[in-house]
């Protein structure tokens, strides 16, 4: 099992940027991919990017592209998330995840450990 811990929540105002930390840690740590998900109040948890662990390739939903930027440090078997341009609408808690299994990078049944997740809020 792969232990996930993140950090770097926080409240910002509109427009401004947030870098999320996600450390992993177990015996083995070999993943397909890590992901990072969020949920706001009342609404489903929803994919917002991964990044494929060996080779690097990022994968955004459409409402962040251009804003988010997902990347990995292999060594430290740590992923980030930097938010740029951030909306209120982006106000959620954001959970890291590890994907063991090969594709279907954006199903969230798909993923097999979650962070306890951070709280991202963006004020108007």
């Known amino acids: 099992q792969v232990q996930l811990v993140e950090s770097g929540g926080g409240v910002v105002q509109a427009g401004g940027s947030l870098r999320l930390s996600c450390a992993a840690s177990g015996h083995s740590f070999r993943v397909f991919a890590m992901g990072w998900f969020r949920q706001a109040p009342g609404n489903e948890r929803e994919w917002v990017a991964a990044?494929?662990?060996?080779?690097?390739?990022?994968y955004y939903r459409d409402s962040v592209k251009g804003r988010f930027t997902i990347s990995r440090d292999n060594a430290k078997n740590t992923v980030f998330l930097q938010m740029n341009n951030l909306r209120p609408q982006d106000t959620a808690v954001y959970y890291c995840a590890a994907k063991k299994s090969v594709g279907l990078i954006a199903i969230r049944s798909h993923y097999d450990d979650w962070g306890q997740g951070t709280q991202v809020t963006v004020s108007s």
């Open positions: 990044v494929t662990w060996d080779n690097g390739v990022p």
